[in-house]
């Protein structure tokens, strides 16, 4: 189904932009402080997609009768924007450690959504 293989190159370019948000947090931390304003963009990019991904899953509801990747999704989605909020609030207490539990969050999302076969389930008449 198309809607399955929209989802899966959501979660793709999602895993590609999250990988990113470490990598200029470290150019930053090393010294360069253009790597800030590269995670600062990176954190819109990613969070961007993170709501795509979202809508792409609700669709996956609806045409697919799955709900387990909009859950999921919307899981990773609230915990991401909540470090978004965090980060710019210069909370790195909460920025920092549920950082690195989003990045391993869309890791699992996305074997799991590459794995799962995105079929239509039919719906059971008692």
Same mark, same amino acid.
């Given at each position: 189904m198309?809607?399955?293989?929209?989802?899966?190159?959501?979660?793709s370019?999602?895993?590609v932009?999250?990988?990113g948000?470490?990598?200029?947090?470290?150019?930053?931390?090393?010294?360069?402080?253009?790597?800030?304003?590269l995670?600062? $963009? %990176?954190? /819109?990019? =990613?969070?961007?997609?993170?709501?795509?991904?979202?809508?792409?899953a @609700?669709?996956?509801? +609806?045409? &697919?009768?799955?709900?387990?990747?909009?859950v999921?999704s919307l899981?990773?989605?609230a915990?991401?924007?909540?470090?978004?909020? $965090? %980060?710019? /609030?210069? =909370?790195?207490?909460?920025?920092i450690p549920?950082?690195?539990?989003? @990045?391993?969050?869309? +890791?699992? &999302?996305?074997?799991?959504?590459?794995?799962q076969?995105?079929?239509?389930?039919?719906?059971?008449?008692?």
């Amino acid at each position: 189904m198309v809607s399955g293989w929209v989802l899966r190159g959501v979660v793709s370019a999602h895993l590609v932009a999250i990988f990113g948000q470490p990598v200029f947090a470290g150019v930053y931390l090393s010294g360069d402080f253009d790597g800030l304003r590269l995670h600062a $963009a %990176g954190a /819109d990019v =990613a969070t961007s997609i993170g709501y795509l991904q979202v809508i792409a899953a @609700v669709v996956v509801w +609806v045409r &697919l009768r799955q709900v387990w990747p909009f859950v999921a999704s919307l899981a990773v989605v609230a915990g991401e924007t909540v470090q978004y909020f $965090a %980060g710019m /609030d210069g =909370a790195l207490w909460l920025h920092i450690p549920l950082g690195v539990l989003t @990045v391993a969050a869309v +890791v699992v &999302l996305f074997i799991a959504i590459w794995r799962q076969p995105l079929v239509r389930r039919e719906v059971e008449h008692a």
